[in-house]
């Protein structure tokens, strides 16, 4: 069983940054895909980045595309999820997830895609 958990969020100004961080435990941490979703209220989870278990392969929604970057670090067990140039629009909460098992890559836009969530964090951009 993976556990994750989320911090980094807060309240900050639209062009502001931000740095998420994600927390993992579980001894095959290092070989799980990695993912970030946000969900605003009222609205869909929507897909943020993903990173292959080698942090070798990263993956970007159109809208964060520039903005934001994904990282891993497998022997902190850590995920970053570094957001530069915040929109009002980027206010959601954000959650990290990782894929347990064997995955094809285009899966990870995906939630269904993902094991493990994490209990999300609060971003709010302010205009």
């Known amino acids: 069983q993976v556990q994750l958990v989320e911090s980094g969020g807060g309240l900050v100004q639209a062009g502001g940054s931000l740095r998420l961080s994600c927390a993992a435990s579980?001894?095959?941490?290092?070989?799980?895909?990695m993912g970030w979703f946000r969900q605003a209220p009222g609205k869909e989870r929507e897909f943020v980045a993903a990173?292959?278990?080698?942090?070798?392969?990263?993956y970007y929604a159109d809208s964060v595309k520039g903005r934001f970057t994904i990282s891993r670090d497998n022997a902190k067990n850590t995920v970053i999820l570094q957001m530069n140039s915040l929109k009002p629009e980027d206010t959601a909460v954000y959650s990290c997830?990782?894929?347990?098992?064997?995955?094809?890559?285009?899966?990870?836009?995906?939630?269904?895609?993902?094991?493990?969530w994490g209990q999300g964090t609060q971003v709010t951009v302010s205009s």
């Open positions: 997830a990782a894929v347990a098992r064997s995955y094809y890559s285009g899966s990870l836009y995906y939630t269904e895609a993902y094991d493990y």
């Open positions: 579980g001894r095959t941490f290092s070989r799980n895909a």
């Open positions: 990173v292959s278990w080698s942090g070798g392969s990263t």
